[in-house]
């Protein structure tokens, strides 16, 4: 399985960004797909996760009503929208996937390379 992120950049605060991830190999391994970020000197943290065959949704308390996540199986496209961006959103975004919705990124088998979102203040 291959992950491959995109539509990282530099965006104003309060503005929005959309983060794809493109699937390809074989994605029918993966039933939980996810998002995480790591700043500079941080931990890698969950952001969202979404699951296939359950259309289940989950999402970090600190983005919930400003970033949605929604997966295009056709397309095997994952998708971040971000909104209300805040300069603490700055950091790498991965995509990841996995077996089960879970935040712990060992659960996750399959990683994109990230893509950098800075957000200005």
């Known amino acids: 399985v291959q992950l491959v992120e995109s539509g990282g950049g530099l965006v104003q605060a309060g503005g929005p960004l959309r983060l794809p991830c493109l699937a390809s190999?074989?994605?029918?391994?993966?039933?939980?797909m996810g998002w995480f970020r790591q700043a500079p000197g941080m931990e890698r943290e969950f952001v969202a996760s979404?699951?296939?065959?359950?259309?289940?949704?989950d999402l970090a308390d600190s983005v919930k009503g400003r970033f949605t996540i929604s997966r295009d199986n056709a397309k095997n496209t994952l998708y971040l929208q971000m909104s209300s961006l805040k300069p603490e959103d700055t950091a790498i975004y991965y995509c990841?996937?996995?077996?089960?919705?879970?935040?712990?990124?060992?659960?996750?088998?399959?990683w994109g390379q990230g893509t950098q979102v800075t957000v200005s203040s």
């Open positions: 990841a996937g996995g077996r089960f919705l879970s935040r712990v990124p060992n659960d996750y088998n399959y």
């Open positions: 190999g074989y994605t029918f391994m993966i039933d939980a």
């Open positions: 979404i699951s296939s065959s359950t259309g289940l949704t």
